[in-house]
């Protein structure tokens, strides 16, 4: 690999990890995380099928991407993102039917997830393909990342639990994770509520706001603007 | 998106309209590929989900037949049954006599339909009652599920009239059945769902034993 290429696959894993995250820089995708993250194993199984349609979609878009016009591109990528979904919910109702119980009703958002519609826009259709899976893949990545911890934080003070049910969602090899951090907890329930959603992005928003200024301050290397246009216009 | 030299043709309406419609056509192909390589997958999944329901309201020993393959419709009065028109009634038999009967019902909930699994002796007996689905508020309502609290228990053993139909409510309107701190209109929901249950046992007595199942047509999804 050249010194070139590298640079952009780590500004890549960079963008969708860290700065220009799916949730925490261009808010997107805020109604799928608020309704599933009640507990840590939801949000690791949307944020798993969510990067599969995304990894799915990249590829597919960026490989047709010089045959579709600027005029139509929005149906194109609507009907290939609705299609991969659909089969997504399909596979996952018949092979992994338990998780598909806990997830189903929310398989079907994902077509509306104007995340995936955004990179589809904004980076699969402009760039090569492996550019583009790595991108789908790093993009799922920091949106499991979000899932995980708001999910994290809202199981264990709402309910005293972390990754209860993981087993169901990754087989009973890890059943390992399934714990009871506060036994004999009563249960917060404004943390379950969507409610608890909202308290939980909004912390770790700030969060991340704080994190970014430490690091300005620190080094004042790491301040440079991202290079490619933000997907906050592309999809309102 | 062709920023590199766009071919004319590319410009001309015919084009975009050609892809469009080549799109949707390989992405129905797709669909259609994908719906047939699951299809089996899901309605065994779902037969599994059903046949564990009914384990769950018939105990195991009043049955030797395959509960799922006796099937019965009964149509019913859709505003008394909470929008359903017809009741499907899965029969147990041992011996070649039917000894129990399951049906779902649906309870209107605080939050949406609660669908509940209802198993009956031949004599109108509760034999077990669980809920298979609903969208409760977490914390308050759910203690309706089994894995949460053995509330929805209570039910097992009564008929309609031990206790007297008079006592089919929840404490608060005067009935028998517990109600929860911070929900009410949850547990008076699946109390008046097992009563209509109940009921519909007693008006369609005859037509639940007499009639035929239904053959189950293979492929016709």
């Known amino acids: 690999m050249s010194e070139a290429v590298t640079i952009k696959y780590s500004r890549i894993a960079k963008d969708g990890f860290w700065e220009n995250n799916v949730v925490m820089s261009q808010m997107l995708a805020l109604c799928p995380l608020l309704a599933v993250t009640s507990t840590a194993t939801n949000g690791l199984g949307m944020g798993l099928a969510t990067m599969v349609v995304m990894i799915i979609s990249a590829l597919v878009i960026s490989l047709i991407r010089d045959l579709i016009t600027s005029e139509v591109r929005i149906p194109v990528f609507v009907l290939i993102i609705a299609a991969i979904v659909t089969i997504v919910d399909l596979s996952m109702n018949a092979w992994l039917h338990e998780l598909h119980k806990i997830l189903g009703l929310f398989i079907p958002l994902i077509v509306t997830n104007c995340a995936i519609l955004g990179r589809a826009e904004s980076f699969a259709s402009r760039n090569p393909v492996r550019y583009s899976v790595f991108d789908g893949f790093m993009m799922g990545v920091g949106f499991i990342f979000v899932l995980v911890t708001v999910g994290a934080v809202r199981e264990i003070l709402g309910s005293g639990t972390l990754f209860a049910n993981a087993s169901l969602l990754l087989g009973n090899a890890f059943s390992f994770l399934e714990m009871t951090l506060i036994p004999e907890y009563g249960g917060f329930l404004l943390m379950i509520l969507p409610p608890g959603g909202f308290l939980a992005l909004g912390f770790l928003l700030a969060g991340k706001r704080l994190i970014d200024r430490k690091l300005a301050t620190t080094d004042k290397k790491d301040i440079n603007i991202i290079d490619e246009p933000s997907s906050e216009q592309a999809t309102a | 998106m062709g920023t590199v030299s766009t071919p004319s043709y590319r410009n001309r309406v015919g084009y975009h309209a050609g892809l469009l419609w080549a799109m949707a056509a390989i992405c129905s192909a797709a669909l259609v590929m994908g719906y047939k390589a699951t299809y089996l997958d899901i309605k065994q999944r779902m037969r599994e989900d059903m046949q564990a329901s009914l384990q769950q309201v018939i105990p195991s020993q009043l049955y030797d037949n395959d509960i799922l393959a006796n099937k019965i419709e009964i149509p ?95 404490k608060k309107d005067g009935g028998q059945f517990d109600q929860f701190t911070g929900a009410t209109i949850t547990p008076r929901a699946v109390v008046r769902a097992v009563k209509r249950g109940l009921e519909f046992f007693q008006q369609h007595k005859t037509e639940l034993f007499t009639i035929n199942p239904i053959k189950e047509a293979e492929g016709n999804e």
């Open chain 2, 76 to 170: 019913v009065d859709s505003k008394v049954m909470a929008g359903k028109s017809v009741i499907q009634v899965y029969r147990a038999s041992k011996e070649n006599k039917i000894t129990a009967l399951a049906y779902q019902l649906t309870g209107n909930g605080y939050a949406g339909p609660i669908e509940i699994m209802l198993g009956v002796d031949i004599n109108g007996k509760v034999l077990g009652t669980r809920v298979i689905s609903h969208t409760e508020t977490p914390g308050l309502g759910d203690k309706i599920e089994i894995k949460r609290d053995n509330w929805i228990e209570a039910f097992t053993g009564l008929t309609l009239g031990k206790p007297l139909v008079s006592k089919w409510k929840v």
